[in-house]
C-alpha cells in the first residue's frame, strides 16, 4: 500500500502544474512571473512594390518600323537601342536643310561685303547715308534668315535622331505593342514599357494614428534611420534585404485618414538567374506584401507568454495570482505583440504571476495551487530567463 502511494506522488510530482489536480484540493495551475526584457518593437502592414522608374516609350516621329532590337522580357540598359524607323526620309530633309543654311551663309557674306563698300564710300562725294542705312538692315536681315535656317537644320537633326528609338532607364521590358513594318506616330501611344528592378519602392498606407506613434516613438532614437524595414512575401517568405523609409507624403487621404510612407529597398538578382530571366528577382512592381516596421535596437519592456492573454467585449485580460493564492482579473493594454509574447504596456506590473496553464479551470476570487508552469506545485514562481 505505501509502495503504491510512493508512485502515485512521484507520477504527480512530474506532472506539469496544469496536469494536477486533487480531488478535494484547490486547482493546480502554472503561473510565470511578468518580467521585462529587451523586445524589437514591430508595426506591421499592408503595402505594394513599385518601380521606382516606369516609361512608356513613344515614337517622336511618323515613321515605318524597320527593326525591334530587343527581346520582350529582357532586362536592358539606358540607353540600349529598342526601335530602329525608317532613315531615308529624314536624311534627306536634313540634305535640304543644309543646303538652306550654306545659302543663306552665302547671302550674309554678301550683305557684309555691300555694306562695308557703303562705309567706305560714306565719306566721298558719291557716299550716301541711306545707302548705309540699307546695307546695315539688308545685313541684319540675312543674319535672321540665317537663324531660322539654322533652327530647322537643328530640328532636322533631332527628327533623324529619333529615328533610333532609345531606353532612357535601367530595367526589364515589356512586350512589344507593335511590329516591324508598322507606321507609328506620336499618337500611336506606347510601344513598350521598361520597369526598373533595382532598387524598388514600397509604399504603404498608415493610419494617423499609427504614423503619430511612430513618429513619436522614433523621434529621440534617430528618425527613419532608427528603423528598418522588413518584407514578408505573398508565399509568405520572409525577404532577407531590409529596407529603409525615405518618403512620407505631406497630406493626409481624406477618404480613408490614412498617410503613405515609402520605404527604399534593394532587389539584386536571385542566386543562380541571370538578367532577363523570368523570376529572376523577388520583388516584382505591383505587388503585395506584408511590411513590418522594426527598430533598430530593441527596447525594455514588461511581456508575458502571449498564451496567458484572454479576450473578451471589453478588450484583453490576464488572470493573476494574488499573495493570498486567489485569483484575480487584470485587463491589459498591448504594445506592438508577436505569436508568441505579449508586451504588456498597463495593467500588471513586474513580478506579478500570470497563469498560464490551468486557465479553463479558474475564475476570479478562486483559490489555487500555484506552480511554476511545467514544474510541480510548491515550486515559487521564477520570471522567465532571457
Known amino acids: 500500500m505505501r509502495l503504491a502511494l510512493a508512485l502515485a506522488a512521484l507520477v504527480l510530482g512530474s506532472l506539469p502544474a496544469a496536469a494536477q489536480f486533487g480531488p478535494g484540493g484547490p486547482p493546480a495551475v502554472g503561473v510565470v512571473a511578468a518580467a ?32 525591334r532590337a530587343f527581346t520582350e522580357g529582357a532586362e536592358v540598359e539606358k540607353g540600349a537601342l529598342l526601335y530602329r524607323l525608317e532613315r531615308a526620309p529624314f536624311e534627306a530633309d536634313l540634305l535640304a536643310k543644309q543646303a538652306t543654311v550654306q545659302q543663306q551663309q552665302a547671302l550674309l557674306r554678301n550683305a557684309t561685303i555691300v555694306l562695308g563698300r557703303a562705309n567706305a564710300l560714306l565719306n566721298g562725294p558719291a557716299g550716301q547715308r541711306s545707302s548705309v542705312d540699307d546695307a546695315e538692315a539688308q545685313r541684319a536681315s ?22 533610333e528609338i532609345r531606353s532612357p532607364v535601367t530595367g526589364k521590358i515589356a ?18 514599357t521598361v520597369v526598373s528592378q533595382d532598387p524598388m519602392y514600397v509604399i504603404f498606407p498608415v493610419s494617423l494614428r499609427a504614423a503619430l506613434d511612430l513618429r513619436n516613438r522614433y523621434a529621440d532614437k534617430g528618425g527613419f534611420s532608427a528603423v528598418v524595414i522588413r518584407l514578408r512575401l505573398p508565399d509568405g517568405k520572409l525577404y532577407p534585404i531590409a529596407g529603409k523609409l525615405d518618403y512620407v507624403d505631406p497630406s493626409v487621404a481624406q477618404n480613408t485618414d490614412t498617410v503613405n510612407l515609402r520605404a527604399r529597398i534593394a532587389n539584386p538578382l536571385r542566386s543562380g538567374t541571370k538578367p ?27 511581456v508575458v507568454p502571449r498564451s496567458a492573454v484572454l479576450s473578451d467585449q471589453q478588450g484583453n485580460f490576464v488572470y ?31 513580478g506579478d504571476n500570470v497563469i498560464v496553464e490551468g486557465l479553463q479551470r479558474v475564475r476570479p476570487g478562486v483559490t489555487v495551487n500555484p506552480g511554476p508552469a511545467g514544474a510541480a506545485p510548491g515550486v515559487p514562481p521564477t520570471a522567465p530567463q532571457g
Open 142 to 163: 540675312q543674319a535672321a534668315l540665317l537663324l531660322g535656317a539654322q533652327a530647322q537644320l537643328r530640328q532636322s537633326q533631332i527628327n533623324l535622331d529619333y529615328t
Open 36 to 67: 521585462k526584457r529587451p523586445v524589437i518593437e514591430t508595426n506591421e502592414f499592408v503595402g505594394r512594390v513599385l518601380a521606382i522608374d516606369k516609361v512608356d516609350i513613344v515614337a517622336r516621329v511618323t515613321a515605318f518600323i524597320e527593326e
Open 320 to 350: 493573476i495570482v494574488d499573495g493570498e493564492k486567489k485569483v484575480q482579473v487584470r485587463r491589459l493594454v498591448l504594445g506592438q505583440s508577436t505569436p508568441d509574447t505579449a508586451v504588456i504596456l498597463s495593467g500588471i506590473s513586474a
Open 276 to 302: 532577363g530571366e523570368p523570376g529572376n528577382r523577388e520583388l516584382v512592381d505591383g505587388s503585395f506584401v506584408t511590411v513590418t516596421v522594426q527598430g533598430v535596437q530593441p527596447v525594455e519592456a514588461l
Open 175 to 192: 512586350r512589344s505593342t507593335v511590329s516591324a513594318g508598322n507606321v507609328v506616330s506620336p499618337t500611336t501611344g506606347a510601344l513598350t
